[in-house]
C-alpha cells in the first residue's frame, strides 16, 4: 500500500476527532468561499450547502477575488470570506486574505497549518487536525476542511457518516478495477452541493492518473460534452434525492453510447447505496472518490506519491 492510498483508508479517525467541532458563522450579508485546486472545489460545495442552509454565499476561486472582487459582489468589502487552503500558503489565496482583511472584510481561514501566512492573515482560524504526512495529493485534508466548513453553515453531521464513509470506499474499492479496465475518459456529474464534489473528483483521479477527465452538472453534460462519450469513457454519476429521475434517465443514455457507470446512490452498471442523509451526501462519497482515482492511477502504473509536473504547494514569484 503506498502512501497515498493509506491515507484514503486511514482519514476516518480524524473524521471522528472533527465531527462536532462547530463554529458559528460570521454574520454578514454575503460569505463567500475561496480556493484554488481541490479546495475551490470544496468552497463551491460549501457555498451550495450554506445557501440550503440559509446563509447566501458563492465560491471564487483565489485568483479571481484577488484580482477583482468587485465582478462577484458589488459591495465586496462586506463579506464574510472563508479561506480555504491546506497548505495555507497558496499564493493566490493568502494574497486574497491579505488584501480582504486590508479592506475591513473577516477573514475565516480553514486549514491544516495553523502556522501558515493563511492561519497568521485571518481573523478567525478553523484547524483541520490531521497527521502532517499526507503526500501531495490533498485526501484528508479535503475531507477535513468540508466536514468543518459543513458544521460551520449549520449541517449537522453525525458519528454514523464515518461508518457509512469507510463502507461507501470498500465497496467502491471491491469493484474495481473491473469496472474501469480500459477506460481512458472519466466523467463525474452532480448538481447542487454535488457539483464541486464532481469537480473534485474529476480533479482527483486527472491529478493522480494523468487521465483526461470531465466534472460537469449532470444535464448540462448533455449540451456538447456528451459528444466524447463511447466505449473508453466511464462515467461516476452523483446522484441527488431529489433529481434521480432525470439524472437515471441521462446515465441510461450515456450507457447506450457505450460508458460503464458508476452510480452512487442511484442506478448504473455499478450501482451502491449512499447509507446517509441526502444533506451531507457531498462529504460521504468524497474517500470513495479518492479511492477510485488511487486505483485508476494503479491501473495505469502511475505512482501517486509523486504525481508528474505537481508539487504539494503552488506558490507564484
Ligand atoms: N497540487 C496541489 C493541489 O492538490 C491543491 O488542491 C492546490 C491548493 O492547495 P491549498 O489547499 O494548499 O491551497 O495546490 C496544488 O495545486
Redesign the pocket.
Known amino acids: 500500500m503506498n502512501t497515498t492510498e493509506k491515507v484514503i483508508f486511514e482519514q476516518f479517525p480524524y473524521w471522528e476527532k472533527a465531527i462536532g467541532l462547530v463554529s458559528a458563522p460570521h454574520e454578514a450579508e454575503l460569505t463567500v468561499f475561496l480556493?484554488?485546486?481541490?479546495?475551490y472545489n470544496l468552497a463551491l460545495s460549501l457555498a451550495a450547502h450554506a445557501n440550503l442552509a440559509g446563509y447566501p454565499a458563492i465560491a471564487v476561486p483565489?485568483a479571481e477575488w484577488l484580482n477583482r472582487p468587485a465582478a462577484f459582489w458589488p459591495r465586496w468589502q462586506k463579506v464574510h470570506l472563508v479561506a480555504?487552503?491546506?497548505?495555507?500558503?497558496?499564493t493566490e489565496?493568502v494574497a486574497a486574505a491579505k488584501a480582504s482583511r486590508k479592506a475591513g472584510v473577516f477573514v475565516t481561514a480553514i486549514t491544516v497549518e495553523p502556522e501558515s501566512s493563511l492561519a497568521k492573515n485571518c481573523d478567525r482560524l478553523i484547524e483541520a487536525a490531521t497527521h502532517g504526512d499526507e503526500g501531495?495529493?490533498?485526501t484528508v485534508?479535503a475531507s477535513l476542511m468540508l466536514l468543518l466548513g459543513m458544521q460551520m453553515v449549520g449541517v449537522q453531521i453525525p458519528p454514523s457518516i464515518v461508518q457509512s464513509a469507510r463502507s461507501l470506499a470498500d465497496q467502491i474499492d471491491a469493484a474495481l478495477p473491473k469496472m474501469i479496465e480500459g477506460r481512458s475518459h472519466f466523467v463525474f456529474l452532480g448538481s447542487g452541493s454535488l457539483y464541486g464534489i464532481a469537480l473534485e473528483g474529476a480533479?482527483k483521479l486527472m491529478?493522480m492518473s494523468q487521465i483526461i477527465t470531465q466534472g460537469f452538472h449532470p444535464l448540462e453534460y448533455r449540451h456538447g460534452p456528451i459528444s466524447l462519450v463511447d466505449e473508453n469513457t466511464a462515467v461516476v454519476m452523483l446522484y441527488s434525492a431529489d433529481q434521480k429521475a432525470s439524472e437515471a434517465l441521462l446515465a441510461e443514455e450515456l450507457r447506450e453510447k457505450g460508458a460503464t457507470v458508476i452510480g452512487l446512490g442511484g442506478p448504473g452498471d455499478l450501482e451502491l447505496t449512499v447509507d446517509c442523509d441526502p444533506a451531507i451526501v457531498s462529504l460521504c462519497v468524497l474517500p470513495a472518490l479518492q479511492i477510485l482515482g488511487e486505483r485508476a492511477a494503479q491501473s495505469k502504473g502511475v505512482d501517486t506519491v509523486s504525481p508528474r509536473h505537481?508539487?504539494?504547494?503552488?506558490m507564484l514569484g
Open positions: 480556493g484554488c485546486g481541490t479546495s483565489g480555504l487552503s491546506r497548505s495555507g500558503e497558496t489565496t501531495i495529493v490533498m485534508s480533479l491529478e505537481l508539487t504539494k504547494v503552488v
